[in-house]
T-cell receptor, first 112, second 114 residues
Framework: GQQLNQSPQSMFIQEGEDVSMNCTSSSIFNTWLWYKQEPGEGPVLLIALYKAGELTSNGRLTAQFGITRKDSFLNISASIPSDVGIYFC????????????FGKGTRLHILP | DGGITQSPKYLFRKEGQNVTLSCEQNLNHDAMYWYRQDPGQGLRLIYYSQIVNDFQKGDIAEGYSVSREKKESFPLTVTSAQKNPTAFYLCASNRGGNYNSPLHFGNGTRLTVT
């Protein structure tokens, strides 16, 4: 079945540093999504990407839809304490029977 | 404001009892989903429904049941047959079909079975 490989699994960074995480797949997706989940809450959509090569920003967050349609990355610039949480990527295909596939998440820790 | 409401936020049950988790959405979405999340783990799909009165098993459906009698509601029952029911349960919805529509999530129900 379809799988997403999300890396890294966790990150420990200093406040103010930039962050980069990515997802790769052996399957082609038509949409890539990036979510953030804070403790005890549901995931919240950060960025949605619909076209290969698309680069989209949301404040300090930037995400790109890979040209091959098999990968995506998320960058966070100048991290702040409230960036702490788990970041999930998700892929959707246009096949009506396919389900949304989630990566296992990247847990971001910010050191004071 | 439109959104997805899950209730209750915390639920405690004794082993051997069935328990039903509520999920209501007012986003006019056709599709609804239930996921299970264990500590340090990703999201695993339990059941999903693309349209009223129809639903399909996800990857870990054993020990769970659902119904979809109304477009707005997709309750999940955790039965006594579920061997490890303690987990964080997330409900989600989207437009479904071929719309490449992102999932919108509720804030989850944490179920503890002792």
């Amino acid at each position: 079945g379809q799988q997403l490989n999300q890396s890294p699994q966790s990150m420990f960074i200093q406040e103010g540093e930039d962050v980069s995480m990515n997802c790769t797949s052996s399957s082609i997706f038509n949409t890539w999504l990036w979510y953030k989940q804070e403790p005890g809450e549901g995931p919240v959509l950060l960025i949605a990407l619909y076209k290969a090569g698309e680069l989209t920003s949301n404040g300090r967050l930037t995400a790109q839809f890979g040209i091959t349609r098999k990968d995506s990355f998320l960058n966070i610039s100048a991290s702040i304490p409230s960036d702490v949480g788990i970041y999930f990527c998700a892929g959707l295909s246009l096949n009506r029977d396919d389900k949304i596939i989630f990566g296992k998440g990247t847990r971001l820790h910010i050191l004071p | 404001d439109g959104g997805i409401t899950q209730s209750p936020k915390y639920l405690f049950r004794k082993e051997g009892q069935n328990v039903t988790l509520s999920c209501e959405q007012n986003l006019n979405h056709d599709a609804m989903y239930w996921y299970r999340q264990d500590p340090g783990q990703g999201l695993r799909l339990i059941y999903y429904s693309q349209i009223v009165n129809d639903f399909q098993k996800g990857d870990i459906a054993e020990g769970y049941s659902v119904s979809r009698e109304k477009k707005e509601s997709f309750p999940l029952t955790v039965t006594s047959a579920q061997k490890n029911p303690t987990a964080f349960y997330l409900c989600a919805s989207n437009r479904g079909g071929n719309y490449n529509s992102p999932l919108h999530f509720g804030n989850g129900t944490r179920l503890t079975v002792t």
